[in-house]
C-alpha cells in the first residue's frame, strides 16, 4: 500500500453515529488521506434526506478536525462504479482503497458491476462487532478481482438501525444534537433533549 493511498468511505449516515466516528479516526491511522461522503443505498429506505445526512456526517468531520480528512459529498452515488469513477477523475495518480464494513461483506457479490469496480481499487474490510468476516466471504471477493485488506480496527458496536429505532440515543455524537433536534430527525425534537 502506497503511503499516498487513499480511503474512500461512503456511508448512509443514517444517522452517524460515534462508530462512524470512531472508524474515520482509525482511517486516518492506516491512511494519508480518508475522504467520506453521504450516500444513497439502493437497497435501504432512508430515515433522512440525503442533504441532512451529509450535513450531519459533516459535523463529525469537522469534530474530528484533522487536515488529511475530507468530506467530499460529490463523489456520492447509489452505485459504487460511479463512485470510483468520478475518485480516479479527481485524483488519477493516487491508489484508492474503497472501505466497507464486514456486513458488506457478503452483499457485494450483488453490487452493480462490482467485477469491474473491484479492479479499480483496493477493497478495505474492517470486521463489524455482530458480523464476523469468513474465510470464503474473502474467497468470493477476491474470485471477481477484489484485492481485499482487512483493516484490523477496534470500532464500537454501534448502529444507525438502533438509532433509528429510538434505542440508540447513547450512540451519537454530541456534536450532531442540535442539527438533529433543529430539523427534528428521527423522532428527535427539542422536548426529548
Given at each position: 500500500?502506497?503511503?499516498?493511498?487513499?480511503?474512500?468511505?461512503?456511508?448512509?449516515?443514517?444517522p452517524?453515529?460515534?462508530?462512524?466516528?470512531?472508524?474515520?479516526?482509525?482511517?486516518?491511522?492506516?491512511?494519508?488521506?480518508?475522504?467520506?461522503?453521504?450516500s444513497?443505498?439502493?437497497?435501504?429506505?432512508?430515515?433522512?434526506?440525503?442533504?441532512?445526512?451529509?450535513?450531519?456526517?459533516?459535523c463529525?468531520?469537522q469534530?474530528?478536525?484533522?487536515?488529511?480528512?475530507?468530506?467530499?459529498?460529490?463523489?456520492?452515488?447509489?452505485?459504487?462504479?460511479?463512485?470510483?469513477?468520478?475518485a480516479?477523475?479527481?485524483?488519477?495518480?493516487?491508489?484508492?482503497?474503497?472501505?466497507?464494513?464486514?456486513?458488506?461483506?457478503?452483499?457485494?457479490?450483488?453490487?452493480?458491476?462490482?467485477?469491474?469496480?473491484?479492479?479499480?481499487?483496493?477493497?478495505?474490510?474492517?470486521?463489524?462487532?455482530?458480523?464476523?468476516?469468513?474465510?470464503?466471504?474473502?474467497?468470493?471477493?477476491?474470485?471477481?478481482?477484489?484485492?481485499?485488506?482487512?483493516?484490523?480496527?477496534?470500532?464500537?458496536?454501534?448502529?444507525?438501525?438502533?438509532?433509528r429505532?429510538?434505542?440508540?440515543?447513547?450512540?451519537?455524537?454530541?456534536?450532531?444534537?442540535?442539527?438533529?433536534?433543529?430539523?427534528?430527525?428521527?423522532?428527535?425534537?427539542?422536548?426529548?433533549?
Amino acid at each position: 500500500m502506497s503511503r499516498d493511498s487513499i480511503a474512500l468511505l461512503g456511508t448512509s449516515a443514517d444517522p452517524p453515529t460515534l462508530g462512524h466516528q470512531a472508524l474515520l479516526e482509525g482511517l486516518l491511522g492506516e491512511f494519508q488521506r480518508v475522504v467520506t461522503w453521504a450516500s444513497d443505498n439502493p437497497s435501504k429506505r432512508h430515515g433522512a434526506e440525503l442533504k441532512q445526512r451529509s450535513d450531519l456526517l459533516g459535523c463529525v468531520v469537522q469534530t474530528i478536525d484533522n487536515p488529511r480528512l475530507e468530506l467530499a459529498q460529490d463523489l456520492s452515488s447509489p452505485y459504487a462504479i460511479t463512485t470510483l469513477e468520478r475518485a480516479r477523475q479527481r485524483w488519477p495518480q493516487s491508489p484508492l482503497c474503497f472501505v466497507v464494513g464486514s456486513d458488506l461483506a457478503t452483499q457485494i457479490p450483488r453490487w452493480k458491476d462490482c467485477e469491474q469496480w473491484l479492479g479499480l481499487c483496493e477493497l478495505g474490510i474492517v470486521p463489524r462487532k455482530g458480523w464476523p468476516l469468513q474465510a470464503d466471504h474473502v474467497q468470493t471477493l477476491e474470485g471477481l478481482g477484489a484485492r481485499p485488506r482487512i483493516l484490523s480496527l477496534d470500532i464500537p458496536a454501534t448502529a444507525s438501525s438502533a438509532v433509528r429505532q429510538a434505542t440508540g440515543d447513547d450512540q451519537i455524537p454530541d456534536t450532531l444534537w442540535p442539527l438533529l433536534l433543529e430539523h427534528n430527525l428521527y423522532g428527535f425534537h427539542s422536548s426529548s433533549a
